[in-house]
């Protein structure tokens, strides 16, 4: 049996859902996605780059992966890094309680179907697949920084005393401090 038709009858098994009956992975997935990590995503600000029907496909192949041991990389976007300032904000808005209470109303839901290293993957993929650009989360991140930049340029402008800016170029030929309004 080749790897393909093992993936799909996996996505065929049936579960039993507190929330949607009698389903199979497939349509877990798809209404995990559709009512449940996109809505969590947004409702902190952030939106994904990409289709659902992409997002599933990278979920699902990851879940099937991961639940049979076998060593799975998924699509690695450019320019997006786990160690970068981005990624630090994301996991400051987003915490690890959030993501545990999130994951644990959707174990509940769909008959636990994520198992702890589903749903570290899970987090990682969301992060990969987030459009970092048009994510109000960023953006007022990025306005915060700009404003809190411009605020301590300002202040040490305005906070230095014109007297003392006179005696340290008075020691220079050259005048190196500058009093700026």
Sequence with gaps: MNRQYKFVQWQNLYIESIKYGTISLNHAIQYFIRDGLTPFLEGYGYTFDVNSSTVENIVASTMYMISYDNLYTFPVRGNVYFDDEHFQHFEYIISTEA?????????????????????????????????????????????????????VNNDNKNSIDPYLLEQMNHYTQNPKFVFEK
């Design 99 to 151: 993501w545990g209470h999130f994951f644990s109303f959707w174990n509940r839901m769909l008959d636990d179907i994520f198992s702890e290293a589903i749903c570290i993957e899970i987090k990682c993929i969301s992060w990969m697949l987030i459009d970092i650009n048009k994510s109000n989360a960023v953006i007022q991140y990025l306005e915060y920084l700009e404003d809190s930049d411009n605020e």
